[in-house]
């Protein structure tokens, strides 16, 4: 029984159903589980003293796609929108491998755990060859590694150039190959158990890249297996184009005809939701993961995130792709997020601590899972630690809760743990060697943008 204490800690934010903020006071944390918390004296094998930091719960990132992080910062791509944008970058896309995969998984999932992320959902549908098996081995290698709770996804397409979408024909699959090995990834890999470290989701693309048939078959599928569902929805107006032009419906009332609503579907992006569509949202518990750097740089539009709250509809945070952010740190995506919507909606935009909520307990409702969120007796051990006797803190402490939003705070956090594991300290990552893995990956990425 292995066990950690969070020693006297200046400040714990909960994020619990009271918004606790406790002062002095010890977490304690055995076999990846919180025990204990509150100012009594405990024992353990490993002691952080915390007497001159802020505590938080795990951030969680509820929409990636980690092998971005190799094609982020191309000149040829930073002023297209969308279509273009990846219209242009699957063709570098299409040479992904095992190894890129891996070392890409390792600098996006490692920046994350050093800007207090703990738990992070990838959405990969990009499958050269039908080398899906490969690839997602390469993902949860990279998590082992690192510590990180992983939530994959066994992402698809099966709509090519030659069939009126996006990508290569290299990269698509039959519907029949992409069911069947779905079903494959879930068997391997799916643990739906309390406190899980690894997850499985089934995860097409987007209307645009994928057929009625798949996006039908995925939905039986998934709720046969007992997964979630998730894909990319009214992201731009060229895809809310595309779905009327071609199936005589707004996006979200084609997919629900398809089964795609309900509390086991979240969406990324969800921007271009009307009033009715919102309502639908929320009485179908259907989700929708804020991307709001991505949404910015692609000029996609802004996401109604305070009429999503005021609603009801479940929402949570997420950097989206590296290529359409060129980062893979959420508490920079929770800061711009604050500042987006006071921009855009002023007093009734969500506050910074609303916005941390979103990233810890909205996130996790958009997962499903009710064992990581916030910080209590009974939940999965993930939180970050950041010292307040720093320079750039002074004067920023007077509210903790909503600190990373109105004021934010720039560079690697001092500790992140994982299920009761430290696997960032002081920070530098714990389960790699950091200079080794650069040398690596760099290595790595100049090889596969040169092929």
Not at 56 to 67: A, R
Not at 86 to 104: P, Q, R
Not at 231 to 248: I, P
Not at 284 to 304: D, E, F, Q, W, Y
């Amino acid at each position: 029984m292995s066990s950690l204490l969070i020693q006297n800690a200046w400040a714990v934010v909960t994020c619990d159903d009271r918004d606790s903020l406790l002062e002095n006071a010890n977490i304690l944390i055995r076999d990846g589980v919180v025990a204990y918390m509150g100012p009594e004296p405990q024992e353990a094998d490993e002691v952080l003293d915390a007497s001159r930091c802020i505590v938080y719960p795990g951030l969680i990132n509820t929409h990636h796609h980690l092998y971005q992080t190799f094609s982020r910062n191309l000149p040829q791509v930073q002023n297209l929108e969308l279509f273009d944008w990846l219209t242009a970058l699957y063709e570098i896309w299409k040479n992904l491998d095992g190894e890129a995969v891996y070392h890409s998984s390792i600098v996006g999932m490692g920046e994350l755990l050093k800007t207090g992320c703990t738990t992070v959902f990838d959405h990969h549908y990009v499958f050269p060859g039908g080398s899906s098996g490969a690839l997602l081995d390469a993902q949860f290698a990279a998590a082992r590694d690192l510590g990180v709770r992983m939530y994959a996804s066994r992402g698809s397409m099966d709509l090519s150039r030659k069939d009126g979408g996006l990508p290569p024909d290299s990269v698509v699959q039959t519907v029949d190959e992409i069911l069947r090995d779905c079903r494959r990834a879930v068997e391997k890999y799916h643990d739906p158990s309390f406190n899980s470290m690894g997850m499985v989701a089934l995860a097409p693309c987007s209307p645009f890249s994928v057929s009625a048939e798949l996006l039908r078959q995925s939905a039986l599928l998934a709720r046969s297996l007992g997964v979630r569902l998730h894909t990319h929805l009214c992201e731009t107006k060229d895809e809310e184009n595309y779905v009327l032009e071609k199936y005589g419906k707004r996006p979200l009332a084609y997919m629900e005809d398809l089964g795609w609503v309900g509390p086991d579907v979240w969406y990324a992006h969800g921007i271009h939701f009307n009033d009715e569509e919102l309502k639908l949202l929320v009485d179908t518990g259907t989700g929708v993961a804020h991307c709001p750097i991505s949404n910015m740089k692609l000029s996609s539009g802004v996401c109604r995130i305070p009429e999503m709250l005021s609603l009801g509809v479940p929402v949570g945070l997420a950097v989206d792709g590296s290529a359409s952010n060129d980062g893979s740190n959420l508490l920079e995506e929770l800061r711009a997020a604050y500042l987006l919507h006071r921009l855009r909606s002023s007093e009734r935009a969500p506050s910074g601590y609303d916005l941390l909520k979103i990233a810890t307990r909205g996130s996790a409702r958009v997962l499903g899972r009710e064992d990581i969120g916030c910080l209590e007796p009974g939940r999965a051990g993930d939180l970050f630690l950041i010292r307040r006797d720093r320079l750039e803190l002074v004067g920023a402490d007077l509210d903790v809760r909503s600190m990373l939003g109105t004021v934010g705070f720039k560079g690697p956090v001092d500790y992140t743990v994982v299920n009761g594991r430290v696997v960032v300290r002081e920070g530098r990552l714990t389960g790699i060697d950091e200079e080794r893995a650069v040398r690596e990956a760099r290595s790595c990425a100049e090889a596969y943008l040169n092929r």
